[in-house]
């Protein structure tokens, strides 16, 4: 359920406990806020974890500081369940110069105005930023804008003001009805499960979405001695476009005073669907409650797979301890996942994926009337149960192969499936009584490819028998493993 991607809301205002005085005042405010919500929302103690600053918090530009925050906060959710599903929990890429800009000047012009509106002037916040960027260099997202504003009868400097911000965009917004902390913590999906938020397809993977940041503070605003106006813009770039990131972005973990360091020195949580054919940290991955489908490299010191991970059959993983500096190539053996001989074709249960090729030499050309299948054929078996329809699926295809259904290595087939070029292949047949199905791929015209089977509509279905040794590499590792779920790794 995609709900899940962005936290849920909070139930009511959470007063800042401890100020925003110095370091260890922000940060006990904070965590502290994360347990009342915890309890609010009836999470485990501490499953959001804590804020831990950076040494010399005081001394990073006021731009450094909110990114640090937001993405404190965003990551800090990373696989949580509200309810709906777990948290994506990206990070900003980081702080872009031209929105950052935007910022600042509205920023200015609120101040010198003395206004506080998201569209003084008659412009909008989307038609600031877009105005900012090329035609095309700019996503869609529900929301653009964030604003704050404090005043004092006093001489008030506002020196923690976008600590403050955060804060109460995050904790004491119900009076906004919880507009500010779903824009900061928005992932590429909202609450109402509509794609308006940031689309992970910039940059580097598992990392969306610029901001700026505007602070003016003064004496005389709104009819106070001094005050402080906060402007948070936010824009989710394209992928085909180029950027002035000021500041970027890093996932608070294991080395905080690494502000803005190399994303390889944070640690990676993976709590959504495995898309990248390499995930790789040089301190922490982490992949929780996640199925991998597909041919995966993982690389990092420390690997920790989740009690629900799971692998589904017939996909390869490699998992190494290289972390960024990874340049291999992952390669799935082929020629012991399926057969090219008949009699030796493996049994799959129903259910099962297979992973195969048709590279051994050919055999047979001949199905019915026609006798161009000159590529070399693979084969696997199943039983089918009685009383089933039984649906077999041919994918994954880079050449013409073709898909038939027999009952015996030297008989003729019963159900065939012929599409040309790479079109998927599928065939379905009901038996009430059962038994032995071959499964034959073959070449039209020599033709050869990898491809991947799955058969499915068996009632018994359980999965496949087994986990071919060529379809888990793990290398530089020692691993124990329960095919399946969970792996437990313990790295050299």
Known sequence: ??????????????????????????EATFNNARRQEEIQLNLPTNTIGNLILPTGWNQL?????????????????????YGQGPVLGLPFEGVERRVDDVAKGYAQVLFDNDAFTHSFGGSSPFQRVAAAYPTGCREFTSRGENL???????????????????????????????GHRE????????????????????GIARQEGFIGVGVVRGANYRGWNSGVVVVL???????????????????PGNDPDNVNGDPCDEPVNISSAVTDPVISSDEQVRIANVTISQATTISSPEIEFGSNFTVDGGTCIQVVNDGC?????????????????????????????????????SQRSTYGTQSQWTGGEAYVMFDQPANTTVTVRLTNL????????????????????????????????SSSTGGRRIIIVDGW????????????????????????????????????????????????
């Open 233 to 251: 813009n936010y824009m989710d770039p394209a992928p085909s476009c180029t950027y002035d990131v000021l500041y970027t972005s890093r996932r």
């Open 148 to 178: 704050y504003a404090a005043f004092s009868s006093g001489n008030n400097s506002f020196s923690s003001a976008v600590e403050q911000a955060v804060y109460g965009f995050n904790y004491a917004d119900a009076g906004s009805r919880w």
């Open 325 to 361: 500096n990874y340049t291999g190539t992952l390669r799935c053996e082929t020629g012991e996942r399926t057969s090219y001989s008949c009699d030796q074709a493996p049994v799959m249960n129903c259910g099962g994926t297979i992973l195969g090729d048709n590279n051994g030499s």
């Open 183 to 202: 824009m900061n913590l928005l992932q590429d999906r909202d609450l109402q499960g509509r794609a308006y938020g940031f689309t992970d397809n910039h």
């Open 1 to 26: 359920m995609m709900y899940g991607q962005s936290p849920a809301n909070i139930l009511r205002d959470i007063p800042a406990s401890n100020g925003f005085s110095s370091p260890q005042a922000i």
């Open 61 to 81: 530009s006021e731009e450094e500081r909110m990114l640090y925050l937001l993405n404190d906060e965003r990551t800090s959710r990373a696989g949580i369940n």
């Open 398 to 429: 880079s050449a013409d192969l073709d898909l038939f259904a027999s009952t015996s290595c030297t008989g003729g087939v019963f159900a065939a499936s012929t599409n040309s070029g790479i079109t998927d292949e599928s065939i379905s047949f």
């Open 445 to 492: 015209n020599g033709a050869r490819s990898e491809f991947r089977i799955a058969i499915e509509g068996c009632s018994n279905a359980k999965g496949d028998t087994q986990v071919p040794k060529s379809n888990l590499y793990i290398t530089k590792t020692r691993v124990h493993q329960m095919v399946g779920t969970p792996i437990a790794i313990d790295p050299n």
